[in-house]
């Protein structure tokens, strides 16, 4: 997503007029505009089962979240398995290296939120990034140690176990050890992962080693992938727990590797660092009750497009028409506005969450919405500085045949992350810092705008858009979803959601189908391959919209829950990953 919104940022758009019919051409992929340009007829994978569903973004870590609850384990065992097992077959995103939230519904109906996401290091200061003249130094916030923020990873995984699961330490962590230590086959979606992160593993030697043979070269689909340093790091979590990565020998592994090479990782970063318990955010969308994250992450802006449209019957408009989508649209605005605006790390920062997620608020803002006009973005993000969100995250999705469910979102920021791997570890660090706002003023890659409250500060988490998510209906559970992509992940939520609610698709449907996106900042509204008609899109152009194509973004990793057992879909975006249930 980010090369592409370079080439949009830079002004090469053609005219509305002359630009529409190519625009057209390019959504049904006749020029190639996309990658992976996909024809219109999408290949939904769907499972159904009795008693326990896996679905994530890889396809042997579905199977460790399966063979799990096949054994007793319940969805908290599943989920941390899981976790574990994507740091081993998923390096670009799944992770020891990062950080992340956990969503869980108990069989009770308690309802909780493990929030893990990375911390700036306690040396971190708010001009860390910037030159001598203000100007912020290109790469050190996404490249190398001096953009890693203190993990949250294990802490988080073993405070979800100790709490919910039920099984020890040492089940839990045995089947991501045997696939680090015997290895595992790639299949050509993990192939083409690990291919995107070529450039960042040449130039690590660790990276290297791992993620090339022996000569040299990219690995190939049927190659077998042995990771030993990343067993031996899993054995030591598996022997010592959470105190061999925060106070033992992987420890001082990450600190030498930081304080050798320009980062401000120390032993106290990593003693001091702590994992959050809180209630999830809820609020209510029609008949439904939608559950989930608090801040720092993206519920409050999933929930306040929700309110926004809730103003609006979609009964005789489908997903594709400008009836549906300026609304639609104009919530999404207004709530990254107030996203970019008001939002931080509650620890450090009083946000408006209460006044944000009124529904006399949404009605204040549909008000504003002009019957055939695109809403002007310039007034609302007058003053805003600016901050960049990775959209390399993985989510999954976990139900168990006791009605446990969990929703993870984990990220090391980019691809590979900041493309690091300590001596010895295995496993690469995130490049979290760059979520943080790194000068007033300044755009990002993708044009992710945010204020104030998310500058860095030492100890603080930076404003996320993870946004894990669970469906109920009459205090019965629906679906347990979220999504990767950054800042589209608010936007892929909301719309699997009114998919499913106002569109009345089955789930298999809600979530594959095409999706856009719009922020605001950018000024384009982003629109996957078949997301739109050519009448749609002449028809948003006239209110002032600047409609673009963009290859498909996001994986929505979903668990359904049904009269007639329970459902799992895997995401057509992300290849490599598979939904089983039994």
Partial sequence: MIIGADILLSGSLYHPLTYLHQLTDQWNCRQHFFNACQSQKIQKETVTGQKGVVVTA???????????????????????????????????????????????????????????????????????????????????????????????????????????????????????????????????????????????????????????????????????????????????????????????????????????????????DLQEYEVTENPPLQCRYRSYDIVTAPLPGG??????????????????????????????????????????????????????????????????????????RAVPPASLYEGITAATEGTHTTHYSVIDSWGNAVAVTYTINSYFGAGVIPNGTGFFLNNEMDDFTLKPGTPNSFGLVQGLPNQIQPGKQPLSSMSPTMVLKNNQLKFVTGSPGGSTIPTTVLQTITNYIDFKMDLADAVNAPKVHYQGRPNFVFAEPYALESRTIQDLWEMGYRVVPFPPWGAAETAGNKASGLQGIHDHRRPAGKALAY
Avoid at 204 to 233: C, E
Avoid at 342 to 359: A, C, I, T
Wanted: with cysteine; charged share 20%.
């Fill in 58 to 268: 890889q396809a042997e870590a579905s199977e460790v979240g399966l063979q799990v609850l096949q054994q007793g384990g319940n969805a908290i065992d599943a989920a941390v398995a899981v976790g574990y097992a994507l740091a081993v077959t998923h390096p670009c995103c799944g992770n020891l290296g990062g950080g992340g939230f956990m969503l869980i519904r108990l069989a009770d109906g308690r309802q909780t939120f493990i929030n893990f996401r990375e911390r700036a290091p306690l040396a971190a200061t708010p001009d860390m990034y910037l030159d001598p003249k203000g100007k912020v130094r290109d790469g050190l916030s996404t490249k190398g140690y001096l953009a890693v923020g203190v993990p949250g990873t294990v802490k988080g995984l073993e405070a979800a176990r100790e709490r919910y699961g039920t099984w020890p330490r040492q089940r839990i962590l045995a089947p991501a050890i045997s696939l680090a230590k015997q290895g595992f086959v790639l299949s050509q979606g993990d192939v083409d992962i690990l291919n995107k992160g070529i450039p960042k593993i040449k130039r690590d030697h660790q990276a290297a080693d791992i993620f090339m043979d022996v000569k040299g070269r990219r690995y190939r689909m049927g190659n077998r992938l042995v990771q030993k340093d990343l067993s031996q790091t899993l054995q030591k979590i598996s022997t010592e727990g959470e105190a061999a990565f925060y106070r033992g020998p992987i420890a001082q592994q990450l600190v030498n590797a930081s304080q050798q090479q320009g980062g401000l990782l120390t032993l106290k």
């Fill in 299 to 372: 519920g409050i802006t999933l929930c306040q497009m929700l309110n926004i449209v809730e103003g609006y019957e979609f009964d005789t408009s489908g997903p594709k028409t400008s009836q549906t989508l300026h609304p639609m649209l104009s919530a999404m605005l207004f709530a990254f506005a107030d996203r970019n605006t008001h939002l931080g790390d509650p620890r450090f920062h009083n946000s408006p969450v209460e006044r944000l997620l009124s529904k006399d608020y949404a009605a204040a803002l549909r008000a504003k919405i002009p019957e055939q």
